[in-house]
Structure formats: C-alpha cells, structure tokens
C-alpha cells in the first residue's frame, strides 16, 4: 500500500486520505481541540508565554479599576443628603465593580498559574534548550511537541 486509504473509508476518514500514521498527519488533518496547541503552532512558544502574561497583568489593573469603582461607590453611598434612588445606584456600582474586580482577579490568577505550568515543561529533557519547540498534535488540553535544536518529542500539559 502506498499510504492511502482504501476500501471503505475509516470513521471521520473520507477516501482517499492518507491514513493517520502519526500526530503529524493529524495535526494536518483536523482542528485542535486545545486552544494551546492552537497558539502553539500559529505563534510558537515565546509569543504564547508573553501573551500570557501580558494578558494576565491586564486582567490585574482591571482588577485594579474594580477596586477604585468599589471605593468611588462607597464614597458616594455615604453622602448624607440622598434619596432612595441614588443609595440603590451606588449600591448597583459597588456591586458591578465587585464582580468585575473578582472576575478580574480570578483571571489574573488563572492565566499567570497556566503560564507558568506550562513553561516548567517547555525545557527539552534531551538537550535542555528552553522555549524552542513546535506542536506535534493535541491531546486533551496540552499537546506533543518537538524540540527545534535535538528533534526530541515529549509531551506538555495545559
């Protein structure tokens, strides 16, 4: 056989295709499910990491934002000469900032903690370079990638 598909085809393989024989042909041949694996091959490895982290830290002054819109409603609902109308109007901006801030905060965590795991594993164990690799194929949340310098594949979890 030449490496094609003959006979009935496979299940999610139309005729003709070649036969999945390694994460490769995979990578080729459907969408990833991850969204690292994703970034991995259209960015590299370096771009995701700081993209990462640029977006986590814009999630902290969010955060930060939050916080002032928490104080300047709590500013506000103090005033002593209000109706009924504005105390509700600043309790709804404490609350909207709250939620903002902690939604932001949550994110912050998320990202830097995800970034991190990751680039503990982005070190290649055959020739120890750091961040020089490409994705192979995805599994679940992480994928199978190769060192650029060695050609060694292991895999890295997301």
């Given at each position: 056989m030449s490496g094609r598909?003959?006979?009935?085809?496979a299940e999610g393989l139309?005729?003709?295709l070649p036969v999945a024989v390694g994460c490769r042909t995979?990578?080729?041949?459907?969408s990833s499910p991850s969204p690292f694996f994703d970034s991995l091959n259209r960015i590299g490895f370096k771009r995701?990491?700081?993209?990462?982290?640029?977006?986590?830290h814009a999630n902290l002054v969010l955060c930060?934002?939050?916080l002032l819109g928490v104080m300047g409603g709590a500013e506000a609902f103090t005033r002593v000469a209000q109706d009924l109308a504005d105390k509700l109007l600043d309790a709804a901006v404490i609350a909207v900032s709250a939620a903002i801030g902690v939604w932001a905060l949550r994110q912050y965590a998320q990202r830097m903690a995800l970034a991190?795991?990751?680039?503990?594993?982005a070190t290649c164990p055959g020739c120890g370079t750091y961040g020089r690799l490409k994705g192979l194929c995805a599994h679940g949340e992480g994928a199978q990638v190769?060192?650029?310098k060695c050609a060694r594949r292991w895999d890295i979890s997301a």
């Open positions: 598909h003959s006979g009935a085809p139309a005729p003709g995979l990578a080729r041949m459907a995701w990491y700081e993209r990462q982290l640029m977006s986590g930060l934002f939050g991190e795991f990751v680039a503990s594993q190769e060192c650029l």
